[in-house]
């Protein structure tokens, strides 16, 4: 079966089910890929990706070292890692060079199931089965993660390829008996949308218990995260997390930073400060500001280093208002030598409370020491959370001592002073009291933080 390229793509923004405005084409024109907006949506006022891809009329043509030539906005709906693991399998099944699929040839494939509300016609069809079971869709992903000969691709394409990320995924919906269903198809009544991670090879014991446990965390710290539980029994857990671009038949537009600014998140080049400084040019909203600040200091304090561009983002509602997406992808980075993807005040390797400070000063976060003190308390309970989310005792042993922080939630008994009598006791010394501003393990200081080494 020869292999034909797709030259042409209709681009779709559809905020319902249903509800369908076409928002332009995109072509292929020799090596370059062009875009340009419907004269429909052009009148629609609502700005897709306004930094470099505003409403304008004529083409736009994509620049060729960045995202393989394809703009930012379009770039956020194609898979990496897994999911493009995945496409290039049946490419290859299908005696296709994987180097011959350009981004249109993938983002067909993508279609109708791409992440937030934008869609893309001609969809490729893939088959996909009804009921999900998570035992049987682990066995798949495993044969990938070996050789891939014996693995469904078309299924785990349909449910899975789609989301970014390197560990493999699917998308499902709970329906309301209990059963998980395809989250690629339309919206089962009553049923809620999740995603579903599976470790990958490089992923430590109870990868998804530690996830889950830091979404807790992050919460008690006053993020704003999604609902997160952990599907299974044993020691066959896996992570999920609802889908905060799905709301019943509504799909919220998203937008990554990466893709906002069309900075491949390979580069180092975008850092906290951008990222409070597009907060508050798109959400022009305080609040805003101070959550994205609140996720720096989450992620400085928690030691989660896979904090690149991409694994931040922004929601648009349908009257084109921004406002920052719930926090995803965070989770403890086991090795001792990597830095952070984006600097804070310009340190990657340790930052502490000072950097903290100065990122509030250079992108105007309002409150920084309040934040940065709750942020800090709810990291050194990571131990509460980490029982709750059902974490091994041997994990909570080894990310605690590198977060520097309890290991248990038990307090130790107070050991009793000896009774003394008569003149003994007139000269023991006064037993010792505890001032109300004595140094407790919630109060210490960031920089007791153990420190990574440079890269």
């Known amino acids: 079966m020869s292999f034909v390229p797709v030259t042409q793509l209709t681009v779709l923004y559809e905020p319902v089910e249903g509800d369908r405005t076409r928002v332009g084409r995109l072509a292929k024109v020799r090596d370059e890929l062009l875009f340009e907006y419907s004269p429909e949506f052009l009148h629609s ?14 083409v736009v043509v994509g620049k060729p070292d960045r995202f393989d030539g394809l703009m930012g906005l379009f770039d956020d709906s194609l898979p990496d890692g897994w999911g493009r693991l995945l496409i290039d399998r049946q490419a290859q099944a299908r005696g296709h060079r994987r180097e011959a699929l350009g981004p249109l040839d993938r983002l067909s494939m993508v279609g109708s199931r791409s992440m937030g509300a934008l869609l893309y016609e001609p969809e490729t069809h893939l088959e996909q089965p009804t009921v999900v079971e998570l035992k049987k869709l682990a066995g798949e992903v495993e044969q990938v993660l070996t050789d891939g000969a014996k693995a469904d691709l078309g299924a785990l394409i349909a449910l899975g390829g789609s989301p970014q990320g390197a560990r493999p995924k699917a998308l499902v919906q709970l329906a309301p008996d209990g059963t998980l269903r395809s989250g690629a198809t ?15 090879k490089t992923d430590g014991a109870a990868s998804a218990q530690l996830e889950h446990a830091y979404f807790l965390m992050a919460r008690a710290a006053g993020v704003d995260v999604p609902q997160t539980r952990l599907f299974g029994v044993g020691a066959k857990r896996y992570f999920a997390i609802r889908r ?4 019943g ?4 537009h998203m937008h990554t930073l990466a893709g906002l600014l069309e900075a491949p998140h390979t580069y180092s080049s975008v850092s906290y400060r951008e990222l409070l400084l597009v907060t508050r040019s798109l959400a022009r909203d305080e609040t805003a500001v101070r959550e994205s600040f609140r996720r720096a200091c989450f992620n400085v304090f928690a030691r989660n280093r896979d904090d690149h561009s991409k694994n931040f983002a922004f929601v648009m509602d349908e009257r ?8 995803y992808d965070l989770t403890f980075t086991a090795e001792p030598h990597v830095e952070h993807w984006m600097l804070v005040a310009g340190e990657g390797a340790a930052p502490d409370r000072s950097h903290l400070l100065r990122l509030a000063d250079e992108g105007g976060a309002l409150k920084a020491a309040a934040v940065i003190d709750q942020v800090r308390a709810a990291v050194n309970d990571f131990a509460r959370y980490a029982d709750e989310g059902e974490v091994p005792k041997a994990v909570v042993a080894r990310v605690a001592k590198a977060l520097n922080v309890p290991a248990s939630t038990k307090k130790r008994p107070r050991k009793r002073a000896q009774r ?3 003149p003994a006791r007139r000269a023991a010394d006064p037993a010792p009291t505890l001032r109300r501003n004595s140094t407790t393990p919630r109060q210490r200081r960031v920089d007791d933080a153990p420190r990574a080494k440079p890269r």
């Open 244 to 247: 905060f671009d799905r709301d």
């Open 420 to 422: 003394r009598s008569g």
């Open 186 to 200: 339309r919206a089962i009544p009553g049923a809620t949308s999740w995603l579903v991670k599976f470790p990958a």
């Open 320 to 327: 084109g208002v921004w406002k920052p997406s719930p926090a």
């Open 249 to 252: 038949t509504r799909r919220v």
């Open 45 to 58: 006022g609502l700005q897709l990706s306004p930094f470099r891809l505003p409403l304008r009329a004529g």
